[in-house]
């Protein structure tokens, strides 16, 4: 009897600690997700100029700020009139390799013989707002493009394509905003802005998807190849702006957190929060 009753007891305290635990648990998550809440994504665009001089970029800026992109601003603080000695492995690691032919020699050179910066930056954006700013931020980049710049990278994500590559995206974007079509526009503005897929904690990850008002998506990376992955982020990221994220949640057997690798004051970081697949 004495067994039993111990055995009970453990049992009891047992359940009283995993309780205790899982309760931690949530009140972490519960405190994340209000953290989150509170921030607001922005766009941060990165203009590479082949002159040592940023009238050219700048004066095109100020520009496009005027005439269509309220709300943009010049980084006075970090844009330069002189080359960055970091911007080659920068790019090679932003360039999107999901794209075929998303960038070439051509664009490789002209970042490594870029002789100026200019950094533009967008302003915080509601998540309502999400794929209308980054519509503006595509004619943005544009704009510059049309101005003389060499080489474009959006830095909220770590993303970079070739001229070519971003003349098509521009395009595209343009016709979804003529046509009304809210949710190619918002598929555009996430294969421009955002980047996947990178690798962190056995999973594989997109990163700025908040840019259009959706959380990020983290597959197992034993879920298949990076090409068959990059096709499950991008088939949830559509079912979630068709269906909506608890009818994804459910359909998927995913998870939402907020336990993300990225501080709440990094460009990175989405407060919309994680949605993550099960293994």
Excluded at 147 to 152: E, N
Excluded at 181 to 193: E, M, V, Y
Excluded at 199 to 204: C, D, E, F, M
Aim: a negative charge.
């Amino acid at each position: 009897m004495k067994l039993m009753r111990r055995a009970l007891l453990a049992s009891i305290w047992a359940l009283i600690g995993w309780k205790a635990a899982s309760a931690k648990e949530s009140g972490e998550e519960a405190a994340a997700q209000a953290e989150a809440s509170s921030v607001t994504p922005r766009h941060v665009l990165c203009f590479l100029g082949k002159e040592r001089d940023l009238s050219a970029l700048s004066e095109a800026a100020s520009k496009a700020i005027g005439d269509f992109a309220a709300g943009f601003s010049i980084d006075e603080d970090y844009s330069q009139a002189e080359p960055d000695d970091r911007m080659s492995r920068s790019f090679d690691v932003c360039w999107d390799r999901v794209e075929p032919d998303a960038w070439d020699a051509a664009d490789e050179q002209a970042v490594a013989d870029h002789q100026s910066v200019l950094y533009v930056l967008g302003p915080s954006m509601a998540q309502a707002d999400t794929v209308k700013v980054s519509m503006v931020a595509l004619r943005l980049v544009e704009r510059m493009i049309g101005a003389g710049a060499v080489a474009v990278k959006g830095e909220s994500a770590g993303i970079a394509h070739g001229l070519d590559r971003w003349r098509e995206l521009i395009r595209q974007g343009a016709e979804a905003q003529k046509a009304g079509d809210t949710l190619a526009a918002q598929r555009i503005g996430r294969l421009a802005f955002a980047k996947r897929p990178l690798s962190a904690r056995g999973y594989l990850e997109s990163v700025g998807f908040h840019l259009v008002g959706l959380p990020e998506v983290y597959v197992p990376e034993t879920a298949g190849s990076e090409r068959q992955v990059v096709a499950i982020i991008d088939a949830v990221a559509e079912e979630i702006a068709k269906h909506g994220l608890d009818p994804t949640l459910k359909a998927r057997g995913a998870s939402l957190s907020f336990d993300s690798t990225y501080e709440v004051d990094e460009f990175k970081f989405n407060p919309y929060g994680i949605v993550k697949l099960a293994g």
